[in-house]
Structure formats: structure tokens, C-alpha cells
């Protein structure tokens, strides 16, 4: 293939490949009826294994990832990211309890990590400067069509077992929900076979005139990583030299009030929880477990394994630091962390609120499908076209274009929520994710243009923080918890804009310093010691 059309084949591959990232972490959704009724899990249980225990390993272990996607070959870091998420979903068709069904995807989350840090990289160094946020848009339009077919597919799938088959004529006497897995799995693999025989990996920062050497040794870079982010590893990486006693004092601080401050919300939330809220799990060492307890101990864990990493690098990697340290990358990781906690909130209570208000049934799932992935795709497109146009008139036009489309989402939102009309609640939907999703492309190429490509991998790892811990872990727990406690799915729904002020606070603060910043990274990665 000439250069030009190559380059859109190998964007178009990981489109499919994002799809399906998302099609195998969605896929607890539509077969929620059939784990409940054949594994006897309850509500907690299927909580606990699509929100928070799957957005905790995706997110912490994004961060080694994005370690060996910085040094090591990306190409092969996807394709095995991808067989190994891929096995572990049709592993999860043979699971016959909760803990083997919940160690299995957490097998998903970990494979999962491996690939947008990797991917982001990758296309930088397909695409030049001026058509990123384009890329990385089409890129992103995955998210919406892999959660589309889900719904879609994964219906079809069950629906066709069902139909055609009896307990006693099933084929090797897999249920429906173990088929699903199996069907959406399986073809992962030939998916990461195609990737890895078809695409080149590109020499790294060659487009932008900086190249990057690899890692002479990027697996053992991953074990630092992780070392980095787990006590004791984590205080003992600190704790050598009398020039680190500081950063360990605060370390151990920190590890001390998130525990405290994790031990004070679950007592405060357990006030306000419903009985079937606080129904147990199970007991550690004493310690009655419930979905309360293991949500903020697992917010706990991930704000202090993020904070410990972040601490490791500033002593280790000084240039890296530096350029993801500054405010400008934290404002565009929490404003793109609150964009993602509206999308991820709303996203579980679609389908519900539908049936709740409109008395809809099943086949709602494929009117859900069809607006969600037309719309969500469109919308991850246009905002990167958009937000690249914009570019032109200003430096920092593309987060201009976010502001815009989160205040019209909300106001849409809003419409949505307040209809009578099932074919407006329909049409609104289509509005609003098409408008939500527009922050993600232009938002994610304006943290890589704050780094050299070095640190790409890393500099994603640190984005997808945000839109993982603050979207995926709190905002379905939240929305539900608020749904709880008023007994009010709407109210519960649109208290997601309680955040949106903060949210336009951040892009808008961003966008005052972005342009000197992006002038800047490659002075800025010098002056403190990068070799560029």
C-alpha cells in the first residue's frame, strides 16, 4: 500500500481493534439477566465486576504499560495485549462462580490497559501534528461502536441460542452467555494475528523530526513501574539515600489519609445506603465486605498507587515529570476525568430509565445499540475534525471546541431527561452522546502535544488515569448510590451536571496556558535534561 492509504488502514485496524476493547468490557450488560439466573450472582456482583474492579486494573496497570509502549515494540504490545484479553473473555464462558468469572475480567482489564497508550504512540507517529486530534478521534470512535454491538450482537447472539436450541441440545452444553463470551473472544485472536503480520512499527518520533531510541531493557522498566506504585516496593524505592527521607515521610503520609479517608466515606455513605446496599459479600480478617467497602478501598488504592508513581518518576525520570507534572496536564486529565464520570454514569441507566419511564422492553436494547453507535462514532469523528479546523484560528481552538460541546451536551441532557416522548428521549440521546464524546480526540492530542514522543506511552497512561479512576470507578457507583438513596433514577441521572461547572473550569484554565506550553516542550524536555 502507498503511504497515505496504509496509514488510514492501520488507523482503520485499531478502530476495530478499540471496538472491541470495548465490545468485551461491555459485554456484563447484556448478559446480566443470564449470570444472574445460571451463576446466582446478585446486583453488588454485577457492579462490581463492570465498574470499579475492572476500571482499578485497567488504570494502574495503563501505567507499566504505557512504560513498555514507550520502549518496546507497540505493535507487538497491542497484539498481545489483545490475545490476552481476547482469551480471557472466552475464558469467562467457563467460569461457574463469581470469583472465576471476576478473576477473568480482571484478566480483561489488565489486557485491555495495553493498548490506547500504545495505539496513541503509534498513530503520532502515522499522522503529522496537524491531523492528530482527527486521528486520535476516529481512533476513539471505537468506544461507541464496540458498546453499540455489544447491545446489538451480544442480544443476537443469546436470542439465537435460545431460540434454537434446548437445555438438551445445546452444542457442547454451553449456555447462551457462555456462546457470547466465546463468540465475541475468539474472533480477538485472529484480530491480533492480522495486526501484528500487516502492521510496521514506525520509528519513533521520526515524523516530528525527534527520534527516540527504544529501551535497551523496557521489561525490566515495567517491573520499576510497577515496583513504583505498590508498597512496601514503592516506600523501599524511596527510602534509599538520605535525599529521599522527604518524599518517603510524604509517602507514608499519604498512604495513611487515603486509608483514613476511605475508612470515613464508607461510614458516611453506609448511613445513607438502602439494606440491599449494605448486604455482605463476604469477610476478611474479620472485616464484614460489601460492594460499599470494596468501591472506596478501591478508589483508596488506586489514589495512592497513582500519587506513589507519579512521586517515583519525579526522582527517576526528571524530564517525564516535568512535562506531564504541570497543571495544564492535570486541568486536561480531571476535565477529561469529569467529562468521562457523565458519559460513564449515564451509560449503565440508559436501557433502565427506559423502561422505567416508557415501559419498553428487550427489544429497546437495539434502538439503544444502533443511537449509541452511530451517534457516539459521529461524534468522536467530528469532534477531531472540528477541533482541528479550529486549531488553525487559535492555538488552542481545539479545547475551545470541548467547552462548547459540554455545555451542549448538558443542556441536551437536560431536554432528555425531562421528555415524555420515547422517540424524543431517542433523538436526544443521539444528540447528547454525539455532543459528549466530542472532549475525548481533541482533549487526548493536546496532552500528547505537551510531551516529546519519548513519553507519549506515559503521557496517555497519565490521561486514562482520570477518565478511568474518576469516570469509570465513580461514575456508575455514584449515579446509582444518589439513585439509592432518592429513590429517583432521573434526579440521579442529571445530577452529572452537579460536575459540569468544574468541568468547564478546567478546559477553560487549560486553555489559558496550553498554547505557550505546547510552544515550549521541546525547550522545556532540554532544559531539564532530555536528550532531544
Given at each position: 500500500m502507498k503511504g497515505g492509504i496504509y496509514r488510514y488502514y492501520v488507523l482503520g485496524l485499531l478502530v476495530v481493534i478499540y471496538a472491541f476493547n470495548f465490545l468485551d468490557r461491555q459485554i456484563i450488560t447484556i448478559l446480566a439477566p443470564s449470570l444472574k439466573a445460571d451463576l446466582g450472582l446478585t446486583d453488588a456482583q454485577l457492579g462490581l465486576l463492570f465498574g470499579t474492579a475492572f476500571a482499578l486494573f485497567y488504570a494502574l496497570f495503563g501505567i507499566p504499560l504505557a512504560k513498555l509502549a514507550d520502549g518496546w515494540h507497540r505493535v507487538k504490545t497491542i497484539s498481545l495485549g489483545l490475545s490476552f484479553w481476547s482469551g480471557m473473555t472466552a475464558l469467562s464462558g467457563f467460569a461457574s462462580n463469581f470469583a472465576q468469572l471476576g478473576a477473568a475480567r480482571v484478566g480483561v482489564g489488565i489486557g485491555e490497559a495495553s493498548a490506547s497508550p500504545a495505539a496513541y504512540s503509534l498513530l503520532q507517529d502515522y499522522f503529522p501534528r496537524e491531523k492528530r486530534a482527527t486521528a486520535l478521534a476516529v481512533y476513539s470512535s471505537g468506544i461507541y461502536l464496540g458498546v453499540g454491538a455489544s447491545l446489538i450482537f451480544g442480544g443476537?447472539?443469546?436470542?439465537?441460542?435460545?431460540?434454537?436450541?434446548?437445555?438438551?441440545?445445546?452444542?457442547?452444553?454451553?449456555?447462551?452467555?457462555?456462546?457470547t463470551f466465546l463468540a465475541f473472544g475468539i474472533p480477538g485472536l485472529l484480530l491480533a494475528l492480522l495486526l501484528f503480520l500487516t502492521v510496521r512499527e514506525p520509528t519513533r518520533g521520526a515524523i516530528d523530526g525527534l527520534t527516540s531510541p527504544g529501551d535497551p531493557a523496557p521489561f525490566r522498566s515495567v517491573g520499576r513501574e510497577f515496583g513504583a506504585m505498590f508498597p512496601p516496593f514503592s516506600m523501599v524505592g524511596l527510602a534509599r539515600g538520605a535525599s529521599v527521607r522527604g518524599p518517603l515521610l510524604r509517602n507514608m503520609l499519604v498512604l495513611l489519609g487515603v486509608?483514613?479517608?476511605?475508612?470515613?466515606?464508607?461510614?458516611?455513605?453506609?448511613?445513607?445506603?438502602?439494606?440491599a446496599r449494605r448486604s455482605p459479600l463476604g469477610s476478611l480478617a474479620g472485616i464484614t465486605i460489601t460492594t460499599n467497602v470494596i468501591q472506596w478501598v478501591a478508589i483508596a488504592i488506586g489514589a495512592y498507587c497513582s500519587f506513589s508513581w507519579f512521586q517515583s518518576i519525579r526522582l527517576r525520570d526528571r524530564p517525564t515529570a516535568a512535562l506531564i507534572g504541570n497543571r495544564t496536564f492535570g486541568m486536561l486529565s480531571i476535565g477529561g476525568g469529569l467529562m468521562s464520570f457523565a458519559s460513564y454514569g449515564l451509560s449503565p441507566f440508559l436501557y433502565l430509565y427506559a423502561v422505567e419511564r416508557f415501559g419498553v422492553g428487550p427489544e429497546a436494547g437495539y434502538a439503544l445499540g444502533w443511537v449509541l453507535a452511530i451517534s457516539g462514532g459521529l461524534g468522536t469523528i467530528a469532534g477531531g475534525v472540528i477541533a482541528d479546523r479550529a486549531r488553525r484560528f487559535h492555538p488552542a481552538g481545539r479545547l475551545y471546541v470541548v467547552i462548547a460541546a459540554a455545555i451542549l451536551s448538558g443542556i441536551i441532557l437536560t431536554f432528555?431527561?425531562?421528555?415524555?416522548?420515547?422517540?424524543?428521549?431517542?433523538?436526544?440521546?443521539?444528540?447528547?452522546?454525539?455532543?459528549?464524546?466530542?472532549?475525548?480526540g481533541p482533549t487526548a492530542a493536546s496532552c500528547q502535544d505537551l510531551v516529546v514522543p519519548r513519553m507519549r506511552g506515559a503521557a496517555t497512561a497519565v490521561f486514562f488515569l482520570g477518565t478511568n479512576i474518576i469516570g469509570l470507578g465513580l461514575g456508575p457507583y455514584i449515579v446509582g448510590l444518589v439513585s439509592d438513596v432518592s429513590g429517583d433514577l432521573r434526579f440521579a441521572m442529571l445530577s452529572v451536571l452537579f460536575v459540569l461547572p468544574v468541568t468547564l473550569a478546567m478546559f477553560f484554565l487549560a486553555s489559558r496556558k496550553f498554547p505557550a506550553l505546547e510552544a515550549s516542550a521541546v525547550e522545556r524536555a532540554r532544559a531539564v535534561g532530555e536528550p532531544v
Amino acid at each position: 500500500m502507498k503511504g497515505g492509504i496504509y496509514r488510514y488502514y492501520v488507523l482503520g485496524l485499531l478502530v476495530v481493534i478499540y471496538a472491541f476493547n470495548f465490545l468485551d468490557r461491555q459485554i456484563i450488560t447484556i448478559l446480566a439477566p443470564s449470570l444472574k439466573a445460571d451463576l446466582g450472582l446478585t446486583d453488588a456482583q454485577l457492579g462490581l465486576l463492570f465498574g470499579t474492579a475492572f476500571a482499578l486494573f485497567y488504570a494502574l496497570f495503563g501505567i507499566p504499560l504505557a512504560k513498555l509502549a514507550d520502549g518496546w515494540h507497540r505493535v507487538k504490545t497491542i497484539s498481545l495485549g489483545l490475545s490476552f484479553w481476547s482469551g480471557m473473555t472466552a475464558l469467562s464462558g467457563f467460569a461457574s462462580n463469581f470469583a472465576q468469572l471476576g478473576a477473568a475480567r480482571v484478566g480483561v482489564g489488565i489486557g485491555e490497559a495495553s493498548a490506547s497508550p500504545a495505539a496513541y504512540s503509534l498513530l503520532q507517529d502515522y499522522f503529522p501534528r496537524e491531523k492528530r486530534a482527527t486521528a486520535l478521534a476516529v481512533y476513539s470512535s471505537g468506544i461507541y461502536l464496540g458498546v453499540g454491538a455489544s447491545l446489538i450482537f451480544g442480544g443476537a447472539v443469546i436470542a439465537y441460542w435460545d431460540t434454537h436450541y434446548t437445555e438438551a441440545t445445546r452444542p457442547f452444553g454451553l449456555a447462551g452467555w457462555q456462546a457470547t463470551f466465546l463468540a465475541f473472544g475468539i474472533p480477538g485472536l485472529l484480530l491480533a494475528l492480522l495486526l501484528f503480520l500487516t502492521v510496521r512499527e514506525p520509528t519513533r518520533g521520526a515524523i516530528d523530526g525527534l527520534t527516540s531510541p527504544g529501551d535497551p531493557a523496557p521489561f525490566r522498566s515495567v517491573g520499576r513501574e510497577f515496583g513504583a506504585m505498590f508498597p512496601p516496593f514503592s516506600m523501599v524505592g524511596l527510602a534509599r539515600g538520605a535525599s529521599v527521607r522527604g518524599p518517603l515521610l510524604r509517602n507514608m503520609l499519604v498512604l495513611l489519609g487515603v486509608a483514613a479517608a476511605a475508612v470515613l466515606v464508607i461510614a458516611w455513605t453506609d448511613n445513607f445506603l438502602p439494606p440491599a446496599r449494605r448486604s455482605p459479600l463476604g469477610s476478611l480478617a474479620g472485616i464484614t465486605i460489601t460492594t460499599n467497602v470494596i468501591q472506596w478501598v478501591a478508589i483508596a488504592i488506586g489514589a495512592y498507587c497513582s500519587f506513589s508513581w507519579f512521586q517515583s518518576i519525579r526522582l527517576r525520570d526528571r524530564p517525564t515529570a516535568a512535562l506531564i507534572g504541570n497543571r495544564t496536564f492535570g486541568m486536561l486529565s480531571i476535565g477529561g476525568g469529569l467529562m468521562s464520570f457523565a458519559s460513564y454514569g449515564l451509560s449503565p441507566f440508559l436501557y433502565l430509565y427506559a423502561v422505567e419511564r416508557f415501559g419498553v422492553g428487550p427489544e429497546a436494547g437495539y434502538a439503544l445499540g444502533w443511537v449509541l453507535a452511530i451517534s457516539g462514532g459521529l461524534g468522536t469523528i467530528a469532534g477531531g475534525v472540528i477541533a482541528d479546523r479550529a486549531r488553525r484560528f487559535h492555538p488552542a481552538g481545539r479545547l475551545y471546541v470541548v467547552i462548547a460541546a459540554a455545555i451542549l451536551s448538558g443542556i441536551i441532557l437536560t431536554f432528555m431527561m425531562t421528555t415524555s416522548s420515547l422517540t424524543l428521549y431517542y433523538l436526544f440521546l443521539g444528540l447528547m452522546s454525539f455532543l459528549q464524546i466530542m472532549w475525548l480526540g481533541p482533549t487526548a492530542a493536546s496532552c500528547q502535544d505537551l510531551v516529546v514522543p519519548r513519553m507519549r506511552g506515559a503521557a496517555t497512561a497519565v490521561f486514562f488515569l482520570g477518565t478511568n479512576i474518576i469516570g469509570l470507578g465513580l461514575g456508575p457507583y455514584i449515579v446509582g448510590l444518589v439513585s439509592d438513596v432518592s429513590g429517583d433514577l432521573r434526579f440521579a441521572m442529571l445530577s452529572v451536571l452537579f460536575v459540569l461547572p468544574v468541568t468547564l473550569a478546567m478546559f477553560f484554565l487549560a486553555s489559558r496556558k496550553f498554547p505557550a506550553l505546547e510552544a515550549s516542550a521541546v525547550e522545556r524536555a532540554r532544559a531539564v535534561g532530555e536528550p532531544v
